[in-house]
């Protein structure tokens, strides 16, 4: 595909997300309007948006509307929702020092809003840290 081929497909790909987000709007400005959002870079180059309850055990995570409709046109990469699970594992090790945390559960919002539910020890001591990615 060419690159103007590609841009072509991303507008009309970008006001369908957009239209059909605005409930999934209003719950997470409801939900996590008040916390500020973490930026989790993936492979280099993908970078996702992180929000966290921790009162509430929660996240959600955020992707990039256009970067990852035209990387769908280019890349041939792992599934968005695999890639948003390893970014919330990511935000839970490394951005928030919780390694010992567990995801419990994951409800897709949107097409790119993903939230996860987690679960973390009460004594952090009982269990040993997960090593990290590097």
């Known amino acids: 595909m060419t690159r103007w081929f590609r841009l072509a497909l991303a507008g009309p790909c970008l006001a369908a997300l957009v239209g059909c987000s605005f409930d999934t709007a209003t719950y997470t400005l409801d939900r996590y309007g008040l916390t500020k959002g973490v930026n989790v870079t993936l492979r280099c ?3 996702y948006e992180v929000y966290d309850r921790p009162e509430a055990a929660s996240l959600i995570v955020i992707t990039n509307v256009l ?7 280019v890349d ?3 599934p968005l929702a695999e890639r948003q699970r390893e970014v919330a594992r990511i935000f839970l090790d490394e ?11 994951e409800t897709p ?3 790119v809003h993903r939230e996860f539910s987690y ?3 009460a004594d952090p001591a009982a269990q040993s840290p997960r090593p990290s990615r590097n």
């Open 95 to 105: 951005k928030t020092n919780r390694p010992l945390c567990t995801i419990v559960g």
């Open 109 to 111: 919002l949107t097409a």
């Open 119 to 121: 679960r973390c020890p």
């Open 45 to 47: 180059r993908d970078t």
């Open 76 to 78: 041939n990469g792992p």
């Open 67 to 73: 970067n990852e409709t035209l990387a769908a046109c």
